[in-house]
Nanobody, 123 residues
């Protein structure tokens, strides 16, 4: 199986930017489709973005389209989430996830998860 570790979270002002990273180990990274999810206090885990194993296919949740960009570097065993024009409602713990299959948007369809990284956007 693959182990995943997120990093890059922090506190930013509304309108600012952050880049999250997800480092993978213990598996064949290039064979996994990957995704980002987020969970705010008192809310269900929400789909943010997904990327195919090759990096050629991407899919975004409606709330982040046009603002966030998912990417991956298979040579570095790392996935990224570029977050721009951040809003207070983007505040959440962001999780990296992996599964051996095609693009998916439901948390239950992902087998492997990181520990999460906190993103806080102030007004």
């Amino acid at each position: 199986q693959v182990q995943l570790v997120e990093s890059g979270g922090g506190l930013v002002q509304a309108g600012g930017s952050l880049r999250l990273s997800c480092a993978a180990s213990g598996g064949t990274f290039s064979r996994y489709a990957m995704g980002w999810f987020r969970q705010a206090p008192g809310k269900e885990r929400e789909f943010v973005a997904a990327i195919s194993s090759s990096g050629l296919g991407t899919y975004y949740g409606d709330s982040v389209k046009g603002r966030f960009t998912i990417s991956r570097d298979n040579a570095k065993y790392t996935m990224y989430l570029e977050m721009n024009s951040l809003k207070p409602e983007d505040t959440a713990v962001y999780y990296c996830a992996a599964q051996y299959g095609s693009l998916r948007a439901r948390p239950s369809e992902y087998a492997y998860w990181g520990q999460g990284t906190q993103v806080t956007v102030s007004s």
